[in-house]
T-cell receptor
């Protein structure tokens, strides 16, 4: 199993550009989520999904969109990039959405917005 | 509101000494509590969790954590630290969001430095 994969590893955007961060898992997990990690702030939840076709907002959803058309994929879209979105982004998956099970994290995408 | 606090930004300990990384939480209902570790330029890795049952839970790499309901704490411990334990440690709590679905909220992280 590849586990959770994320592409790209690094990205530089100009303010106002849009892009999609890709996330895929091959463990048949129901639950997937996106976090951003900023120094001194831990990980903050952006959006999450408990299954194909079902998504919910997390703590910091503004400026980001998600969709879940398949169990495997959970892309994160930045609509109009801003410097405040400079961060490291992690995708994670878990067996289901009960909260009982640990999350598996991808290697991260380091995004810089200039 | 649900929250997790890690009061120490950094913990320094000598190799071979016991270590403790502190975590307190505030959540309504029964908490599901987790510890994760992050090595440089890597994603987070699961260490251990408390869902129910015995208050002392054991996890990967010799780590353990004690759930204390009265003090709303879930401190991470290890009897004898290794230099290779040096990393960033995150406490997390699973809570039920506004839609009734569960999500995970993280503390700000504690950097553990083990000196040889």
């Amino acid at each position: 199993n590849a586990g959770v994969t994320q592409t790209p590893k690094f990205q530089v955007l100009k303010t106002g550009q849009s892009m999609t961060l890709q996330c895929a898992q091959d463990m048949n997990h129901e639950y997937m989520s996106w976090y951003r990690q900023d120094p001194g702030m831990g990980l903050r939840l952006i959006h999450y999904s408990v299954g194909a076709g079902i998504t919910d907002q997390g703590e910091v959803p503004n400026g980001y969109n998600v969709s879940r058309s398949t169990t495997e994929d959970f892309p994160l879209r930045l609509l109009s990039a801003a410097p405040s979105q400079t961060s490291v982004y992690f995708c994670a998956s878990s067996y289901d959405g009960t909260g009982w099970y640990e999350q598996y994290f991808g290697p991260g995408t380091r995004l810089t917005v200039t | 509101a649900q929250s997790v606090a890690q009061p120490e930004d950094q913990v320094n300990v000598a190799e071979g000494n016991p270590l403790t990384v502190k975590c307190t939480y505030s959540v309504s209902g029964n908490p599901y509590l987790f510890w994760y570790v992050q090595y440089p330029n890597r994603g987070l890795q699961f260490l251990l969790k408390y869902i129910t049952g015995d208050n002392l839970v054991k996890g990967s790499y010799g780590f353990e954590a004690e759930f204390n309901k009265s003090q709303t704490s879930f401190h991470l411990k290890k009897p004898s630290a290794l230099v290779s334990d040096s990393a960033l440690y995150f406490c997390a709590v699973s809570f039920q969001g506004g839609t009734g679905r569960r999500a995970l909220t993280f503390g700000s992280g504690t950097r553990l430095q083990v000196q040889p």
